[in-house]
């Protein structure tokens, strides 16, 4: 397995935990943490690196790393760096809460998780991913494209929202809104 497929596999495996768990935790913390670093090309806490490659659990290495990452997933104020979320909803149907994050490009990523601070990370953990996967190949193809040709419209996919026959999306479901 090469190098990118394994760090490709983490970043994978953190996505779902983030998507499936039912509250934050230090273990959900951690795996940002590092997904970050993976993203980024960073290693700030090599120690945790060197733990993950040993084959170590979430759950050994959040016990070890306890108090020494960003409560990413227990608290609204811990932020990840990069993050901009644009649009924050919960759904009552779905029992899920939905956020928007917009990156520096204008691309947008929606994430559904069941806290609103859980969609939150994930959405901005999913645009930060990209970026930085994107980073390497936008410099090469900015050199190569005519500077004055127009970047043809985003068609981001929002949220899902299709009218029903007879009824709009507002009235299936109660939503609330955060700006």
């Known amino acids: 397995m090469s190098e990118h497929e394994r760090k490709g596999g983490i970043i994978r495996r953190v996505v779902t935990a983030l998507e499936t768990a039912p509250h934050g935790s230090q273990e959900l913390d951690c ?51 990069g993050e901009n979320i644009a649009f924050v909803m919960k759904s009552e149907r779905r029992e899920q809460w939905a956020a928007v994050h917009k990156s520096s490009d204008g691309e947008e990523y929606v994430a559904w998780a069941r806290t609103e ?21 936008t410099a090469a193809a900015s050199e190569d494209s005519d500077e004055d040709a127009e970047d043809a419209p985003a068609d981001p996919e929002h949220l899902g929202m299709v009218p029903g026959v007879g009824g709009s999306a507002r009235d299936a479901e109660n939503w609330t809104v955060l700006f």
């Open 31 to 81: 795996m940002i943490s590092y997904a970050l670093e993976l993203a980024r090309g960073e290693f700030d806490q090599l120690m945790m690196e060197l733990l993950v490659n040993e084959g170590f659990s979430w759950n050994v290495i959040s016990e070890i790393w306890e108090g020494k990452v960003a409560p990413y997933t227990q608290s609204l104020d811990s932020g990840i760096e």
């Open 117 to 137: 601070i859980l969609s939150r990370r994930l959405a901005a953990l999913k645009g930060i991913v990209a970026e930085a996967g994107n980073g390497s190949r």
